[in-house]
């Protein structure tokens, strides 16, 4: 173990200063929250759940615990009765109102020139650790530049692009773990497949780096995979970000892997940025126009940036703060969903069925899918819009309002009405994603892992909650190994208690699924081989 240096001790004395100085406007502004909140009923728990000491804190009689929204998805707003409750913590924390109610998360989410709510930065600081970017940015001019530059780089190339990397990362992955040859695949963890696929996927499509299955992306000085770095990352984010800052220069070994992670991954973006800029600007000169012949989203995300018609560009604090969103986004929350949806058909094997035929009505046995057929695979696509229903990963959306104002609720989850509440300005509401997908409000048995829902649909005009994910891994996975057979039973347990068992969540920096155990048997025909 190291000794704390004169500059560490200088940080932690730094950092110090900050906390107090945080907490004392905390206490200031929490008497106001909680006049907002107290006429609501709801939580009453000793620490706020979405704080360091909330998060640390298991769950228990007197405090929910950081994963209250999936443990109580089916109870916590029957109990009272409503869609809209309040939590208030005792010691620690400030009171918040929660909803799960969709006529009050358009009132507060809708935005425009006169709404008084905003995206609060706080709330934002494990995405904004890197740089303000897309999702962080707050206030219309902010957020509009960032979106010009960015929205260019996305377009009918890209998504091609990713729906034939899919298919190469896909092939390239059942040709290296020997899968071809083998009539049925146990499989422990699927994410250990799911985010290394995902990760491939983002590299090539969103990085121009072609990553092949059997050797996975490292950093120079070889002492951590971009794999590992980025689940560290992912898993420590929170805690970074709400832990009293002086808890990471302290000489913990688990902390200094933790800080490793970060200088690894900062050291391979940053890299990334340095080069890129210089390639395309070498590209631009040499060809003598505005166009480059690389498609990745980082190239044309470059390309955009460096224009010389935007006269905002963004700096490499901001490209690097997108370049991790664009990580984080495409490799976590992608990862889990795919594990969620082949956990799910391989439990429910009706469902399996309806999507193997239209593949096979679709696609056929004999060729490949292709990106033309997207629409057709409608049903493969409702597969994986339901899954994501259920383990939705964006599960809350956080607002807070610039001045006093009030809000229209409901006046019960059984009633029609509703009633006016005062809220002061620097109130916060939680829209609780978790709470609006098991509302039987919008969806009758809300439980229940019901594809068809989304059939109308037929893969358009989908809310934006249900298309954050690309379609290219969705497609792809179902194509070759056509069945996810039985996740592994226990000898007399039934579907629902199997489905407790190995399809549960937990809350990191989004909702992610458990680790999802499956097995994989080759079809001989149109029916199971098994």
Request: glycine letters at 6%; proline letters at 6%.
């Amino acid at each position: 173990m190291t000794s704390l240096q004169v500059s560490d001790v200088a940080k932690l004395l730094d950092s110090l200063r900050v906390d107090v100085k945080t907490a004392l406007c905390s206490l200031v502004a929490a008497f106001t929250i909680y006049r907002a909140a107290r006429y609501l009923p709801g939580l009453r728990c000793a620490f706020e759940p979405f704080t360091f000491f909330g998060a640390m804190t298991p769950e228990s009689w007197w405090h929910p615990g950081l994963n209250f929204q999936w443990a109580q998805r089916m109870t916590l707003y029957r109990r009272y009765g409503l869609d809209t409750i309040s939590i208030v913590p005792y010691f620690w924390g400030y009171a918040r109102i929660w909803t799960a109610n969709l006529d009050v998360a358009r009132q507060i989410v809708a935005g425009g020139p006169g709404s008084p709510w905003f995206k609060p930065q706080e709330f934002s600081a494990a995405l904004l650790l890197w740089g303000m970017n897309l999702a962080g940015a707050e206030g219309g001019d902010l957020w509009r530049r960032h979106r010009r530059i960015m929205g260019p780089a996305f377009n009918s190339n890209t998504y091609t692009l990713v729906w034939n990397e899919t298919l190469r990362v896909y092939k390239d992955m059942v040709t290296s773990e020997g899968w071809l040859s083998k009539p049925s695949v146990d499989i422990p963890i699927t994410q250990v497949y799911t985010f290394k696929l995902a990760l491939f996927i983002i590299a090539s499509c969103g990085f121009g780096l072609p990553f092949t299955w059997d050797e996975p992306p490292i950093v120079k000085d070889g002492a951590m995979s971009i794999q590992e770095s980025l689940r560290l990352v992912s898993e420590a984010n929170l805690a970074r970000t709400s832990a009293p800052k002086l808890l990471w220069w302290l000489p913990i070994p688990k902390f200094r892997y933790i800080e490793t992670a970060y200088q690894t991954l900062d050291a391979f973006i940053r890299t990334q940025v340095a080069q890129r800029k210089a390639e395309i600007r070498q590209e631009l000169t040499d060809n003598g126009r505005t166009e480059i012949e690389r498609s990745d989203v980082f190239s044309r995300l470059v390309l955009a940036n460096e224009s010389e018609t935007e006269k905002l560009p963004l700096d490499d604090q901001e490209l690097i703060g997108n370049v991790f969103v664009l990580l984080f986004a495409g490799h976590e929350t992608t990862g889990h969903v795919l594990a969620a949806t082949l956990g799910f058909l391989g439990i429910y094997q009706e469902e399996q069925d309806i999507v193997y035929e239209q593949i096979m009505s679709v696609v056929g046995p004999e060729r490949d899918p292709a990106f033309e057929d997207y629409s057709a695979l409608y049903k493969v696509l409702s597969a994986f819009y339901e899954a994501l229903r259920l383990i939705p990963a964006g599960s809350v959306m956080i607002r807070q309002n610039a001045k006093d104002t009030t809000l229209s609720i409901s006046k019960a989850a059984d009633k029609e009405g509703a009633q006016e509440i005062f809220m002061a300005k620097g109130s916060v509401v939680f829209v609780d994603m978790v709470g609006i997908q098991y509302n039987p409000r919008y969806f009758p048995d809300p439980y229940v892992y019901k594809p068809s829902r989304w059939y109308e649909q037929e893969s358009s005009n989908v809310p934006d909650a249900f298309t954050a994910f690309s379609i290219g891994p969705r497609a792809c996975i179902g194509r070759k190994f056509a069945t996810t057979e039985a996740v592994v039973l226990i000898p007399g347990e039934t579907r629902e208690q199997a489905r407790e068992r190995v399809l549960s969540a937990h809350m990191v920096m989004t909702l992610g699924v458990d680790p999802v155990p499956i097995r994989l048997i080759r079809r001989t025909g149109r029916r199971d081989s098994s």
